[in-house]
């Protein structure tokens, strides 16, 4: 009983994720509804199926839910997979930055919720926090320079 209740709770959350990912895709960046919520519903089908295989492979070994969805997903879209062209241009429809409005919504959910145990921690974690934050976008954005330039994009 318990598997099914957290099953219900990840439906209802890739609901509430497909709901604000095909409205910004639709109104951001003009992908038409019905394209969007193709594309959109088939990532998160992809997205539960994984949740559903990390759900049962956890009684043998543990490995991060994001692994399984990732190498799910990897797989459906390979050349090896009959479906991966359908999967490809499906899944092209959403625009890469849609999920990070669902993301943010739901991180400000969550740290809206935390938010007395996030203050109890002092401002060294958060001092802490935006360095590494810094340190990552500055890292990516060395490493994407240079490769840029090795290739002769810029």
């Known amino acids: 009983m318990k598997i099914k209740a957290e099953m219900l709770k990840e439906v209802i959350l890739l609901a509430v994720g497909l709901v604000l990912m095909t409205i910004t895709n639709s109104y951001s960046y003009g992908v038409g509804i019905f394209d969007s919520v193709k594309g959109i519903g088939l990532l998160c089908v992809i997205a539960f199926i994984g949740m559903a295989i990390?759900?049962?492979m956890s009684r043998f070994i543990k490995l991060p839910t994001f692994l399984y969805v990732s190498l799910l997903a990897m797989l459906l879209?390979?050349?090896?997979?009959?479906?991966?062209d359908w999967i490809y241009g499906t899944a092209s429809k959403m625009e890469f930055l849609t999920p990070t409005t669902a993301l943010g919504a739901f991180s400000g959910i969550s740290l809206g919720k935390d938010l007395k145990t996030f203050a109890k921690t002092?401002?060294?974690l958060a001092l802490v926090?935006?360095?590494v934050i810094l340190g990552t976008f500055l890292g990516s954005a060395i490493i994407a320079q240079v490769i840029m330039k090795l290739m002769g994009t810029i």
């Open 54 to 56: 990390s759900k049962f």
């Open 77 to 84: 879209a390979s050349p090896i997979c009959p479906i991966s």
């Open 122 to 124: 002092g401002w060294k």
């Open 129 to 131: 926090g935006l360095l």
